[in-house]
């Protein structure tokens, strides 16, 4: 097989009995279907290693092992918004560069110890696992801030049907996690006050009862606030007060 990324030829390597081919040149990694989900950090440390180079091809991206386009996948919970991952429809097979298997690794792990410090089960395996392309894709609707503030009922009325918000923080990664009472599509925003900064994230882009967000978007050491959004399924937006964000 070789590399999709500099042409050269892959490696194969077995890590926790996982079958994965590696480019020893520019550290490029290809899984077959859920195989990521099943490494280490460590062990993804070892692949990230071994590299000679970090140069990425901006050529176009051929599946190693069915020859086919690559594309990136879909924006999972799992997935940091600033980790790339190129995906087989045939296959289903991950290739990934290793500063993103890295920062992958690294959210999923800190996600598996969010929730566990919380004592909380995990909402779905879609919050720490990439799974099968056929499910649990995550929707990546944007919604203009001009919806969020149409037909908003009280903010007391808002937080009423939020649960408590969680919010940790690992290394560079903020992770939310809240419920609601009901299904609701939500939208977080975030200032930072000390850089004057106002952030908008999708938190869920589906109606959901679980919410759960991983960012790496803004210094952490900065006084932050945030406010969050719910959309029904009628379109009609309610906001909570802006509030201090406090990480314990």
């Known amino acids: 097989m070789t590399c999709p990324n500099c042409g050269r030829p892959m490696n194969y390597v077995n890590l926790e009995l996982q ?5 020893s040149h520019c550290g490029a990694s290809f899984f077959e279907e859920n195989g990521i989900n099943r490494i280490s950090y460590t062990s993804a440390e070892k692949l990230a290693a071994d590299r000679k180079t970090d140069e990425i091809s901006g050529a176009e991206k051929l599946c190693p092992h069915d020859h086919l386009a690559l594309h990136p996948l879909e924006k999972l919970e799992a997935v940091p918004e600033t980790v790339i991952l190129l995906t087989c429809d045939r296959c289903h097979g991950i290739f990934i560069y290793p500063d993103d298997l890295l920062a992958f690794k690294k959210a999923q792990a800190a996600k598996i110890e969010f929730f566990k410090a919380w004592t909380k089960p995990l909402p779905s395996l879609k919050t720490v696992l990439v799974i099968s392309l056929t499910v649990f894709v ?111």
């Open 138 to 248: 995550l929707g990546t609707a944007v919604f203009q801030s001009s919806h969020f503030f149409n037909n908003f009922s009280s903010q007391t009325q808002a937080s009423d049907l939020i649960k408590k918000v969680y919010f940790s923080k690992s290394s560079r990664y903020l992770l939310v996690f809240f419920q609601t009472k009901t299904v609701f599509r939500s939208q977080i925003i975030f200032f930072d006050k000390t850089a004057n900064l106002k952030i908008e994230k999708t938190v869920s882009g589906q109606p959901s009862k679980d919410h759960q967000l991983t960012t790496a978007e803004f210094n952490l050491d900065h006084e932050l606030w945030y406010q969050i959004i719910l959309i029904n399924n009628e379109g009609e937006g309610k906001k909570t007060e802006m509030k201090k964000l406090i990480l314990k």
């Open 19 to 23: 079958s994965i081919f590696h480019c």
